[in-house]
């Protein structure tokens, strides 16, 4: 496993972490509390959309995230 990819997983389960403890949340509030960079955000979002682990819903102008 690359560098990266190994990174994206690990920030994956640091997202995982965040949204078991804290329920639903906005990308936004996502990024600032785990100091994320938007790259990092999305591509991690987008491992765990993947891997069916997160609910990703349209709202407004942006978006509200939550475990399966």
């Known amino acids: 496993m690359s560098d990266?990819?190994?990174r994206i997983g690990i920030t994956a389960g640091e997202i995982w972490r965040y949204l078991s403890e804290n329920g639903e949340?906005?990308?936004?509030?996502i990024k600032?509390?785990?100091?994320l960079s938007n790259t990092m955000l999305y591509l991690s979002l987008g491992?765990?959309?993947r891997e069916g682990k997160v609910?990703?819903?349209?709202?407004?102008?942006?978006y509200?995230?939550?475990?399966k």
């Open 4 to 6: 990266i990819t190994e």
């Open 25 to 29: 949340s906005s990308p936004i509030k």
């Open 32 to 35: 600032a509390n785990l100091g």
């Open 47 to 49: 491992w765990l959309a």
């Open 55 to 62: 609910n990703i819903v349209q709202f407004e102008y942006s």
């Open 64 to 67: 509200k995230i939550s475990l």
